[in-house]
């Protein structure tokens, strides 16, 4: 499977964007998917995930009630609506996904199999 993030780019805080997360290869319904971000000279940080049958959700806390993860399945794609964006949510975004996971690895980049290339998300204050 093969993974393209797009949609990133510059905004104003408390503005909006929105990622995709794009499938190619490989149905979406087959895999749980994930979203990670990295900041300038930071570690690569957990930010939402959805499981494959698209019934649970999960959000790290510093984006909880702002950013939402979905699906289209008819579109093999992945979203992330990202709402009152502030400057510490810039980034690098990353789109991941792998089809085996257990619930409590869901947060954890390094079980994820298959990752797209990233998008750069810059929130200017």
């Known amino acids: 499977v093969q993974l393209q993030a797009s949609g990133g780019g510059l905004v104003q805080a408390g503005g909006s964007l929105r990622l995709s997360c794009t499938f190619s290869g490989r149905t979406v319904r087959d895999y749980h998917v994930g979203w990670f971000r990295q900041a300038p000279g930071k570690e690569r940080e957990f930010v939402a995930a959805?499981?494959?049958?698209?019934?649970?959700?999960y959000y790290a806390d510093s984006v909880k009630g702002r950013f939402t993860i979905s699906r289209d399945n008819s579109q093999n794609l992945v979203y992330l609506q990202m709402n009152s964006l502030k400057p510490e949510d810039t980034a690098i975004y990353y789109c991941?996904?792998?089809?085996?996971?257990?619930?409590?690895?869901?947060?954890?980049?390094?079980?994820?199999?298959?990752w797209g290339q990233g998008t750069l998300v810059t929130v200017s204050s």
């Open positions: 959805s499981r494959r049958n698209g019934g649970y959700t």
């Open positions: 991941a996904a792998d089809s085996g996971l257990i619930l409590s690895s869901m947060r954890i980049g390094d079980q994820y199999d298959y």
